[in-house]
C-alpha cells in the first residue's frame, strides 16, 4: 500500500513540475513583447497581407502593342478578338518594332503582337498566316496570359475559316471537319487556376514553422540575457528532470499554437474564399504532428542559439530556401537530390506537400501516409535530440551549483 501511495505521489509530483513549466513558459511568453510580436501578430498580419498581394488570383488586362501591316479587315477582326478576351488589353498600337521595344523598355506594355502584311493574302490562297508574339519573360505569368489568349483566338478563327471553305456540308460536318479533335480544358482542384489558390495554402504551413522559430528561439535568448549564468534552464526544483522541462515547454507552445494554426488554415483561406476541399477532422490529423514536430525543431535550434538575434538570422537566410525546397514554387521532381535530403530534416517540406493535397486535392489521411509517417518521425528525432540537448544543460547546471 505504501508502494502504491509512494508511486503515485511521485506521478502526482511530476505532473506538477510539468504544470508549473508550462505555465511559467506560457507567462514567460506574455511577457516578452518580441516573442508576442512573432507569436501572435505576425501569423495574424502576414496571412491577409500575402493574401492581399494576390486576392485577384489570375493575371488580367495584360497591357500589350499591336503592330498591324497587314491592315485587313480580318487583321482587324484578329486584333478585336484578342482585345476582347478577359487576359490581355491592346492598349498601343505601333507601326514598326523599334517604337514597340521602347513600350517594352519602359515597362508600359509586356508583349509585342505583330500581323504581317501577307496575313489575309495567305488566308485567301488557303495557306499558313503567321502572328508573332513577342514577351517580356522577366514574367511568366504575363507570357502565360498572352499565349492563352492567342491561342484560344487563332484556334477560333482557324476553325471558323476552314468551316466557311467546306461547302456542300452540314453545319455538324463541317464542324467536325475543320476541327477533328476537340480539346476541352478541365481545371482539377484549381477550377479559376489562381495563383492565391495554388500559393497561399503552402505560405501558411511556413509562417507556422518560421514563427515558431523566431519566437522560441527569442525565448531562449532572454532567458540566457537575463541569467547571470546564461543559462538556458533556471535552477529551480520544478525544472530538474529533463523530459518534464521538455514536455512542459513543449506543451505551453502547442497550447498557443493550436488557436495560431486554426486561425490560419480555416478562417483565412474562410476570409478571401480560397477552396478547402479537404475534411476538418483530417486536417486535424494531419497538423498534430506538424505541430508537434515544428515545436520540437524550433526547441532544438534553440538550445544552440546564444542570443535573442540568431531566430532573425535562422528565419532570414532559411525562409525562401524552405519554400522553394518544398516543392511548391519548383516542381518537387526537379530539386537536385542534395537539397531533397536538406528538405527531409525540415517539417514544413512534409507539411506543405501533405497538407496541399489534403486541403486542395480533398486527399484523406491514408493518401497522405508518406508525409504523415516522416512528420511523426521527425517529431521522434527532434524531441530525442532536444531532451539530449536539456540533460546536457540541466547536469551542466548541477555541476555549477556544487
Known amino acids: 500500500m505504501e508502494k502504491k501511495q509512494s508511486i503515485m505521489s511521485k506521478i502526482a509530483g511530476r505532473l506538477e513540475s510539468i504544470y508549473y513549466v508550462t505555465a511559467d513558459e506560457i507567462r514567460n511568453v506574455f511577457r516578452d513583447t518580441g516573442v508576442m510580436i512573432f507569436f501572435f501578430v505576425v501569423p495574424l498580419a ?40 478577359p487576359d490581355v488589353r ?14 517594352l523598355a519602359r515597362k508600359e ?13 495567305n488566308i485567301g490562297l488557303g495557306g499558313q498566316s503567321h502572328v508573332s508574339l513577342y514577351c517580356d519573360m522577366s514574367s511568366l505569368l504575363f507570357y502565360k496570359a498572352m499565349l492563352v489568349a492567342l491561342t484560344d483566338v487563332s484556334l477560333e478563327m482557324g476553325a471558323e475559316i476552314e468551316q466557311h471553305n467546306l461547302h456542300g456540308l452540314t453545319e455538324r460536318q463541317q464542324e467536325t471537319a475543320s476541327m477533328p479533335i476537340e480539346n476541352e480544358w478541365v481545371a482539377l482542384f484549381n ?38 549564468l546564461h543559462r538556458l534552464v533556471p535552477k529551480l526544483p520544478h525544472y530538474n528532470g529533463t523530459f518534464r522541462v521538455v514536455l512542459g ?5 502547442f497550447i498557443i499554437y493550436v488557436v495560431v494554426t486554426m486561425y490560419m488554415v480555416e478562417a483565412v483561406p474562410s476570409i478571401f474564399s480560397i477552396p478547402k476541399i479537404g475534411l476538418a477532422w483530417t486536417k486535424v490529423l494531419f497538423l498534430l504532428p506538424f505541430l508537434t514536430a515544428s515545436i520540437f525543431f524550433a526547441m532544438f535550434l534553440s538550445t544552440v542559439m546564444k542570443g535573442r538575434e540568431s531566430p532573425m538570422l535562422v528565419f532570414v537566410f532559411t525562409s525562401v530556401p524552405i519554400l522553394f525546397i518544398s516543392g511548391v514554387s519548383w516542381p518537387e521532381a526537379a530539386v537536385p537530390d ?32 508518406r508525409e504523415y509517417i516522416a512528420l511523426w518521425v521527425l517529431t521522434g528525432i527532434y524531441m530525442t535530440l532536444t531532451c539530449m540537448a536539456y540533460r546536457r544543460i540541466i547536469r551542466k547546471n548541477r555541476l555549477q551549483s556544487t
Open 191 to 228: 477550377p479559376q487556376s489562381g495563383f492565391a489558390s495554388f500559393l497561399i495554402p503552402a505560405i501558411l504551413i511556413i509562417i507556422i514553422q518560421q514563427t515558431l522559430l523566431l519566437g522560441v528561439g527569442m525565448l531562449a535568448g532572454t532567458s540566457r540575457q537575463n541569467n547571470a
Open 90 to 103: 491592346i492598349a498601343y498600337r505601333a507601326t514598326d518594332m523599334d517604337h514597340a521595344r521602347e513600350l
Open 109 to 121: 506594355a509586356y508583349g509585342i503582337i505583330y500581323i504581317p502584311s501577307d496575313f489575309s493574302r
Open 338 to 369: 542534395f537539397w531533397k535530403w536538406i528538405g527531409w530534416v525540415i517539417p514544413s517540406t512534409h507539411g506543405v506537400q501533405g497538407f496541399i493535397k489534403i486541403n486542395t486535392m480533398g486527399a484523406s489521411i491514408y493518401e497522405v501516409t
Open 249 to 253: 515547454k513543449g506543451l505551453a507552445y
Open 46 to 85: 502576414y496571412p491577409l497581407l500575402y493574401t492581399f498581394i494576390y486576392n485577384n488570383e489570375t493575371v488580367r488586362e495584360v497591357p500589350v502593342v499591336l503592330i498591324d501591316n497587314a491592315s485587313t479587315p480580318q487583321s482587324r477582326d484578329f486584333a478585336r478578338r484578342v482585345d476582347g478576351t
